[in-house]
């Protein structure tokens, strides 16, 4: 199975801050990779697939790099909306498998 | 507008059994694979299982930590997912969401359920 690591496992940031979380897979996944954004009680929402493309509706603040086995998430300006946890997701191959979850919180 | 609805969570005792539900509406259901999605109390998303769309045959996958005791099928006519879940035991305890395979790149979720909660206990 591949293995997801994601750092750090939370971040303290103000709004208006740049933001970067990594994601790194323990074999290479070439770009099959997602990041996801979840607030306390909701369902995750996709922010990008295929490492680097910007699913329909999400702010362009967002965006995502990387292939092989290191991949970021970044958000440019931090908004009061972005407080939440965001994780990656490998889809290379099943069974599909999650990073470990970065929260974003109020500094 | 895309809806997926979950039902047939609740408490059930080690080792019972339960059927979770999936009713879609919104889009051609029959044509996009389907997973289900978990998350236990306060802990991080786990992939659990999915079945491929129409014109792949049905074809299933599953977390090992399932394989043999869950069950993935979809009713293709009635716009629904199930998962059979038996030999439940404390661990599966979570909620389970329902997601739909990305429109155009397979793998990834662009919609979920609101999530149904199954509690494993005695």
């Known amino acids: 199975d591949i293995q997801m690591t994601q750092s750090p496992s939370s971040v303290s940031a103000s709004v208006g801050d740049r933001v970067t979380i990594t994601c790194r897979a323990s074999q290479g996944i070439s770009s099959w990779l997602a990041w996801y954004q979840q607030k306390p009680g909701k369902a995750p929402n996709l922010l990008i697939y295929?490492?680097?493309n910007l699913h329909s509706g999400v702010p362009s603040r967002f965006s995502g790099s990387g292939s092989g086995t290191d991949f970021t998430l970044t958000i440019s300006s931090l908004q009061p909306e972005d407080f939440a946890t965001y994780y990656c997701q490998q889809a290379t191959s099943f069974p599909l498998t999650f990073g470990g979850g970065t929260k974003v919180e109020i500094k | 507008e895309v809806q997926l609805l979950e039902s047939g969570g609740g408490l059930v005792q080690p080792g019972g059994s339960l059927r979770l539900s999936c009713a879609a509406s919104?889009?051609?259901?029959?044509?996009?694979?389907m997973s289900w999605v978990r998350q236990a109390p306060g802990k991080g998303l786990e992939w659990v299982s999915a079945?491929?769309?129409?014109?792949?045959?049905?074809?299933?996958y599953y977390a090992d930590s399932v394989k043999g005791r869950f069950t993935i099928s979809r009713d293709n006519f009635k716009n629904t997912l199930y998962l059979q879940m038996n030999n439940l035991r404390a661990e599966d305890t979570a909620v389970y969401y329902c997601?739909?395979?990305?429109?155009?790149?397979?793998?990834?979720?662009?919609?979920w359920g609101q999530g149904i909660l199954v509690t494993v206990s005695s």
């Open positions: 919104g889009f051609t259901f029959s044509i996009y694979a």
């Open positions: 997601a739909k395979d990305h429109e155009v790149a397979g793998n990834y979720f662009d919609y």
């Open positions: 079945i491929s769309g129409s014109g792949s045959g049905d074809r299933t």
């Open positions: 295929a490492a680097s």
